[in-house]
């Protein structure tokens, strides 16, 4: 089974059962449209396999020493980019996360900056339209905070990228 086959079938096992928190679904749609997208873009099969692998980590009981055992270290690495600390009760605020986050994408450097970064858009694109479409309220907070996200994935892929920001209404 190559990379992708082996990340496709970790991640629908991993998220079995999981639906989209917005417009519902099966959640496993995200991660195959995030690498399809990534995919597109001319990114190599790692980078592919990290996006299927995505939010493994994050949302599933899946951890970083199983992904490094079953993918090898540079899909680890690009997934722990990827993930966000979880949530602690008491812990810091939606703000200070957010902040933490870019600040994360911002400290990455050479060819995983690049790769994280195209991921990033490609999942924040993903995301976009449903919660566009299901939630204005909570639109309107992901809108900023994805425009600030922006400022610091400029190594994404300048297709994607662009796209992301004509869908979130930025062109100047």
Do not use: C, W
């Amino acid at each position: 089974m190559n990379t992708r086959a082996r990340a496709l079938h970790v991640a629908t096992e991993a998220h079995k059962g999981q639906d989209r928190k917005y417009g519902g679904g099966p959640y496993i749609t995200h991660p195959i449209r995030v690498s399809e997208r990534v995919a597109s873009a001319g990114l190599g099969a790692d980078v592919v396999a990290a996006a299927l692998l995505h939010d493994v980590v994050e949302d599933t009981p899946v951890t970083l020493a199983e992904i490094r055992a079953d993918f090898g270290s540079r899909v680890a690495r690009l997934v722990e980019a990827l993930t966000d600390p979880p949530k602690v009760p008491g812990g810091p605020n939606r703000a200070a996360r957010k902040a933490d986050t870019r600040a994360r994408f911002a400290a990455l450097s050479g060819r995983l900056r690049v790769e994280a970064h195209t991921v990033k858009v490609a999942d924040l694109l993903d995301n976009l339209p449903s919660i566009r479409a299901n939630d204005p309220s909570h639109f309107k907070v992901f809108r900023v905070e994805a425009r600030a996200l922006l400022e610091v994935l400029t190594e994404a892929v300048p297709a994607l990228r662009d796209e992301l920001v004509r869908e979130l209404g930025l062109e100047s």
